[in-house]
């Protein structure tokens, strides 16, 4: 399978997400510039964590209106896997690819700490490894990650089986409902703050993150199988 890791201005888990791929998971994978225009030849896309353009005007506000997210929503539409974590959430969001959108912490302060997460939903492409109620141990970073919808929304969620992942123990950051992590209704884009490509080895104190690369690498290897 082979991996796209989108880099944007001020990107700065680019490096940790292709680490986790290639020397963890032990697929292909490659950094694309923003402003590539083709990802066809990509099975998965990843949009990393980060400070995209700075973070002016709104997390990820700018960064949806880089070129290569035509190519990003078309890939999602296209039902090929696409996995934004915390800006990379932010700029889904921004894309209109998930619904919502993100607030400042209710502290108002940066928070950065391993947190316990619920997988709520395991029959996901990026949780099918997973137990359901599974609680796992993933770092967050970010300041702005106060996920808000409206109540319709939220309602569509919890009927679609859309939340992915809650806060297993206390909230961090006052995200509505607890979430930590949601899908689209295709169940093939995932936005999650938590940071899994952070957690994908014991010697980062937590390898609780892999499952949910391996899990992406199974659903793809099960839908590409090839019959005589």
Same mark, same amino acid.
């Given at each position: 399978m082979k991996f796209a890791v989108i880099v944007f201005p001020g990107s700065n888990c680019d490096v940790d997400m292709y680490h986790a791929i290639k020397d963890e998971l032990g697929e292909e994978v490659e950094y694309v510039w923003h402003t590539e225009t083709d990802l066809s030849s990509y099975d998965g896309i990843l949009l990393p964590g980060g400070f995209s353009y700075g973070d002016y005007?709104? #997390?990820?506000?700018i960064a949806r209106f880089s070129n290569v997210m035509e190519q990003v929503i078309k890939a999602a539409n +296209?039902? =090929?896997p696409v996995l934004g974590v915390? $800006?990379? *959430?932010?700029?889904l969001l921004e894309a209109g690819l998930l619904p919502g959108a993100m607030r400042r912490n209710e502290s108002l302060h940066f928070i950065c700490r391993n947190v316990s997460l619920k997988v709520e939903n395991n029959k996901t492409m990026f949780t099918n490894l997973y137990e359901e109620n599974e609680v796992i141990t993933i770092p967050i970073a970010h300041g702005e990650g106060n996920y808000y919808c409206d +109540? +319709? #929304?939220l309602q569509k969620l919890? +009927? $679609? $089986?859309q939340i992915a992942f809650t806060y297993g123990g206390t909230n961090p950051n006052g995200s509505l409902a607890d979430i930590a992590g949601i899908t689209n209704e295709r169940g093939n884009v995932l936005g999650m703050m938590p940071h899994p490509e952070r957690a994908v080895d014991a010697l980062l104190g937590s390898a609780d993150g892999l499952k949910l *690369? =391996?899990?992406?690498?199974k659903h793809w290897r099960e839908s590409n199988v090839v019959t005589a």
């Open positions: 005007l709104r #997390t990820g506000a +296209e039902g =090929k915390c $800006n990379g *959430f932010q700029i +109540e +319709e #929304t919890k +009927e $679609n $089986n *690369f =391996k899990s992406i690498v």
